[in-house]
Every structure is written in structure tokens, then in C-alpha cells.
């Protein structure tokens, strides 16, 4: 086992909200926002590294109008009883109504073994208990449940989103109660926009964690941590704990800034690592939102001796050791 392992950062450059899935094939699925939001790619390698010169195959463009025809956002790709399923946000304009966008969550699905062949099929949106903002939806199975974790906004809660959990009745549909488990309260949570958005699930050592990212997306991004026992009912708030503190965020002394919308995987050794996107300068001409450099960057993930996952500082660009 190598633990000196690095990796030569940015892994994929101008790609925000990164998802990197290690199959059982052995191969890395890599997917994430493309800097014009006009489509989704999708593209795989034997290695991490391998993911950066990976060609990448357009699974699907949007639309000229409608639902589906502007800002789509951070997919993530996942396998589900034998199926593939692309989750991301979209919306019907890039305009915004008292601050927020108009996305909604919707699905892909691929029935080919090989998810860079067959076709993307659209299921529709994933409906909510609000028609209301909603993206950066994600999925974890647990104890024959599967789950759906997202953002969106509740009208009658301030602020831009709020995370959610609900069971799924299939890839594409949610079933029964809808339960809010965190939302902005903490002075970091709130810089620029009350945020909690792009959750990620980590299973280990008998817990569940769920990483979120919160404020705006310049300098402020940072990642928060959720953490619930596996053995709880996860559809209870109750059940879900909030680190007080970020987890991982800007390091102005290795020159890396905002660092959030994570996911994990693990390496060819099954070692933890964190896939992430960060900015290598502070200050952004016009809106954060638009700047394109927002690079995908890998680092290993370590794990304190009380069982909770060890973020560290973003590191350095180019041949980053941990």
C-alpha cells in the first residue's frame, strides 16, 4: 500500500462539482459541470490520474427551451439495480427570481452495461413535496433502502436550499416522507447566500457521513459535515448531527480557494480519497458563477482516531503530496 501516493492537481481542469464513481469493472466514471452548462459528459479510466487525458462522451445536450434548456448543473452518475442513472439540475432560464435560480432535478437512465454506450433515456424530474429550486441531488443505498439526498429551497424557510432525505421507490422516483437534515445556521453557512448544497455520502466504522457544501461560491465555499449512526432511522432529523465547524475550506497559503461540491471514491488500493473542486486565485472578475476555473483536484482523504473523516487543507497545485 502506497500512501505517499500523488496526484498531479488539477486532476481535470474547468470542471466544477465533480463525481467520480468507481465501478465494479474497475473503471473511474468521471462527470461534472462543463463551463457553457449546455451539457452532460460522462468519461471513465483504469486510474484516477487516468481521468484527466479520459475522452469525454456527450451523454446529453439540453434543450433550445423549456425545463430543460439552460444552467445544467453537477451531474452525478450511479449505478442502481443494474442500471445507470445521471442526476442533475436544470433550468428553463439562466434569470433569476428574488435570487434564486428556477432548476429542478432530473434523471437519466442507461439499461447498457457500458454507460459511455446505450442511450440516456429521460425520466423525467424528480419530484418533491415543493416545485420549488432544487438541484445536486445524489443517492446512497443502506440496508436495502435506497435513499436520495438533495438541496432545495422550502418557501417558507429563508435562504437558498436546505438538505433533504427521502427513500426512492425507483431510480427516478422519491416514496413517503421527505425529511429536512440540515440547513444555513452557522456564521460560515450563511457568507453571500444561506447554502447548503451538493451533499456526498461516506459510509464507515458504523456511521454515515454526508459532506455538504455551504455560502457562496468564491472564496467563502467550504465543506460541512453531517453524521448519523447506521443503525438510526436517517428519514428522522433527529438522527443527523452537524459538525460545528467547516471541514475542509480556502487555504490562502497553498493558493487554494472556495473548495467544495465534493464526492469520494477510493483509490486502486481502496483508500479513501476526495475529489473536489477549488479556484487557484481569490479574486473573481463579475459573477463567481461564470468564471469557468473551478478545477476538479483529488487529495487522500485520512480518518481521526475517533472515526470521523479528516478532511485536512486543499493542496498545492501540481505533484501534491498528502
Same mark, same amino acid.
Given at each position: 500500500?502506497?500512501?505517499?501516493?500523488?496526484?498531479?492537481? @488539477?486532476?481535470?481542469?474547468?470542471?466544477?462539482? @465533480? /463525481?467520480? !464513481?468507481?465501478?465494479?469493472?474497475?473503471?473511474?466514471?468521471?462527470?461534472?459541470?462543463? #463551463?457553457?452548462?449546455?451539457?452532460?459528459?460522462?468519461?471513465?479510466?483504469?486510474?484516477?490520474?487516468?481521468?484527466?487525458?479520459?475522452? $469525454?462522451?456527450?451523454? +446529453?445536450?439540453?434543450?433550445?427551451? *423549456?425545463?430543460?434548456?439552460?444552467?445544467?448543473?453537477?451531474?452525478?452518475?450511479?449505478?442502481?439495480?443494474?442500471? /445507470? !442513472?445521471?442526476?442533475?439540475?436544470?433550468?428553463?432560464?439562466?434569470?433569476?427570481?428574488?435570487?434564486?435560480?428556477?432548476?429542478?432535478?432530473?434523471?437519466?437512465?442507461?439499461?447498457?452495461?457500458?454507460?459511455?454506450? %446505450?442511450?440516456?433515456?429521460?425520466?423525467?424530474?424528480?419530484?418533491?413535496?415543493?416545485?420549488?429550486? &432544487?438541484?445536486?441531488?445524489?443517492?446512497?443505498?443502506?440496508?436495502?433502502?435506497?435513499?436520495?439526498?438533495?438541496?432545495?429551497?422550502? $418557501?417558507?424557510?429563508?435562504?437558498?436550499?436546505?438538505?433533504?432525505?427521502?427513500?426512492?421507490?425507483? *431510480? +427516478?422516483?422519491?416514496? %413517503? #416522507?421527505?425529511?429536512?437534515?440540515?440547513?444555513?445556521?452557522?456564521?460560515?453557512?450563511?457568507?453571500?447566500?444561506?447554502?447548503?448544497?451538493?451533499?456526498?455520502?461516506?459510509?464507515?466504522? %458504523?456511521?454515515?457521513?454526508?459532506?455538504?457544501?455551504?455560502?457562496?461560491?468564491?472564496?467563502?465555499?467550504?465543506? *460541512?459535515?453531517?453524521?448519523?449512526?447506521?443503525?438510526?432511522?436517517?428519514?428522522? &432529523? &433527529?438522527?443527523?448531527?452537524?459538525?460545528?465547524?467547516?471541514?475542509?475550506?480556502?487555504?490562502?497559503?497553498?493558493?487554494?480557494?472556495?473548495?467544495?461540491?465534493?464526492?469520494?471514491?477510493?483509490?486502486?488500493?481502496?483508500?479513501?480519497?476526495?475529489? !473536489?473542486?477549488?479556484?487557484?486565485?481569490?479574486?473573481?472578475? *463579475?459573477?463567481?458563477?461564470?468564471? $469557468?476555473?473551478?478545477?476538479?483536484? &483529488?487529495?487522500?482523504?485520512? /480518518?481521526?482516531?475517533?472515526?470521523? #473523516?479528516?478532511?485536512?487543507? #486543499?493542496?498545492?497545485?501540481?505533484?501534491?503530496?498528502?
Amino acid at each position: 500500500m502506497n500512501t505517499n501516493r500523488e496526484y498531479t492537481n @488539477p486532476l481535470v481542469e474547468q470542471r466544477a462539482d @465533480p /463525481w467520480v !464513481y468507481k465501478h465494479t469493472d474497475g473503471y473511474y466514471y468521471f462527470t461534472a459541470s462543463v #463551463p457553457e452548462y449546455d451539457r452532460i459528459e460522462v468519461r471513465r479510466a483504469l486510474t484516477i490520474e487516468g481521468l484527466r487525458e479520459a475522452q $469525454p462522451v456527450v451523454a +446529453w445536450r439540453k434543450y433550445e427551451s *423549456g425545463p430543460l434548456s439552460a444552467n445544467i448543473w453537477a451531474p452525478e452518475i450511479h449505478y442502481i439495480d443494474g442500471k /445507470w !442513472y445521471i442526476y442533475f439540475a436544470a433550468a428553463r432560464t439562466t434569470e433569476t427570481k428574488e435570487g434564486l435560480f428556477d432548476h429542478r432535478m432530473y434523471a437519466l437512465e442507461n439499461t447498457s452495461a457500458d454507460p459511455l454506450q %446505450g442511450e440516456w433515456v429521460e425520466k423525467g424530474q424528480i419530484k418533491t413535496a415543493w416545485e420549488s429550486f &432544487a438541484l445536486d441531488g445524489t443517492s446512497f443505498g443502506h440496508k436495502g433502502v435506497q435513499y436520495y439526498v438533495w438541496a432545495q429551497k422550502d $418557501p417558507e424557510i429563508g435562504g437558498n436550499s436546505n438538505l433533504y432525505i427521502s427513500a426512492m421507490e425507483n *431510480g +427516478w422516483t422519491l416514496k %413517503g #416522507p421527505q425529511t429536512m437534515i440540515s440547513s444555513p445556521e452557522y456564521p460560515w453557512e450563511v457568507i453571500g447566500f444561506k447554502v447548503n448544497e451538493g451533499a456526498a455520502v461516506l459510509k464507515r466504522g %458504523g456511521r454515515i457521513f454526508v459532506s455538504f457544501s455551504a455560502s457562496a461560491t468564491d472564496h467563502n465555499y467550504c465543506l *460541512g459535515l453531517l453524521t448519523a449512526d447506521e443503525d438510526s432511522d436517517l428519514l428522522d &432529523a &433527529a438522527s443527523w448531527t452537524k459538525h460545528p465547524e467547516p471541514v475542509f475550506q480556502t487555504s490562502e497559503e497553498n493558493g487554494q480557494y472556495g473548495p467544495g461540491h465534493n464526492s469520494f471514491t477510493v483509490d486502486e488500493n481502496g483508500e479513501d480519497v476526495l475529489i !473536489y473542486h477549488a479556484r487557484s486565485y481569490k479574486e473573481i472578475t *463579475g459573477d463567481p458563477l461564470y468564471d $469557468p476555473n473551478r478545477h476538479t483536484r &483529488a487529495k487522500r482523504l485520512r /480518518w481521526n482516531a475517533d472515526g470521523t #473523516p479528516d478532511f485536512g487543507v #486543499p493542496v498545492k497545485d501540481s505533484l501534491s503530496k498528502f
